[in-house]
Structures are given as structure tokens and as C-alpha cells.
């Protein structure tokens, strides 16, 4: 079992999403990107962030293609695997400055795997189990982070 995760710049998860452990997380993008709701006091909940940072696994040309899709800009470094095509078309979008910031994401799964044990060692089999797991690891973050 793999978590997804997608959190905002304080490292507040705004949606997690459980996979299977063997399949790449490049897989599950969507979903995850696609299941952000955020609720604003007046009107719609907020479906679309300003920027996604991602590392260079997520440097795919469909990814790419369903951010522009959604208006959403992307900061995600070329994959030295991917650069034995030919770089023909539009150059990709990378911003180092706002790149910076991805270890928000990188802190939040460190919460998860030292504040709860239980979670990096995963003794859980069923995956219902492991994902009620993840949420409530993810609530004693959010607790913690907003001095509850």
C-alpha cells in the first residue's frame, strides 16, 4: 500500500488517496489532483490549485497535457529518461524558485512515517484498514498544526 498525497505550503494535507504499492505513482495523479475540494465560506469549493510542484517521476506528457487542460501550472523537472526524444514543440514550464518549496510534501510524509509508526511499518493487511490509518494520522497533523 502507497499513500498519495497532495498538500498545501504548511504541509496540510488536502487529499490523501491509497494505491497499491506496485504501480507508479505517476498513476494515480489524477485522481489525486482531481479529488482537491476546498470549501470557501460563500459560492463552489476551490477544485484547482494555482501551481503543482512535482519531482521528475510525474514528468509525463499526459500529466502535463491534464494540468493545461485544467489551467493549473506546473513546476516539474525533466526526467533525464525521458530526454532521449527529440525536444520538439513548447519547452516545459520549471520554476527553481517555487521548486524550493516541494519539501512541504516531503515533510508531511516524514510526519506520517516517524509521528506514526504503525503506518511506516505497515502491519495493517486490509487496505480499508490502512487507509483509516492514514486519515487519522493526517487529523492528528492537521491538530497539531493548527495548535489544538
Not at 497532495?6 to 504541509?11: A, I, K, M, T
Not at 512535482?54 to 513546476?75: F, H, N, P, Q, V
Request: charged share 30%.
Amino acid at each position: 500500500m502507497k499513500a498519495h498525497a497532495v498538500v498545501n505550503s504548511d504541509s496540510i494535507p488536502l487529499t490523501i488517496i491509497v494505491g497499491p504499492g506496485n504501480e507508479h505513482d505517476s498513476r494515480k495523479f489524477e485522481q489525486v489532483v482531481g479529488s482537491i475540494r476546498i470549501n470557501a465560506v460563500r459560492g463552489r469549493p476551490k477544485t484547482r490549485p494555482k501551481e503543482v510542484l512535482a519531482d521528475a517521476a510525474y514528468d509525463t506528457e499526459s500529466i502535463r497535457c491534464y494540468l493545461r487542460r485544467r489551467g493549473i501550472k506546473s513546476s516539474i523537472p525533466s526526467n533525464k529518461r525521458n530526454q532521449k526524444k527529440s525536444s520538439k514543440g513548447r519547452p516545459t514550464r520549471f520554476d527553481e524558485k517555487s521548486y524550493k518549496k516541494r519539501g512541504a510534501v516531503e515533510r508531511f510524509f516524514g510526519w506520517l512515517k516517524l509521528g506514526f509508526r504503525r503506518i511506516s511499518v505497515r502491519h495493517e493487511r486490509l487496505d480499508v484498514c490502512f487507509a483509516g490509518w492514514i486519515v487519522l494520522a493526517s487529523f492528528l497533523i492537521i491538530r497539531r498544526k493548527m495548535g489544538f
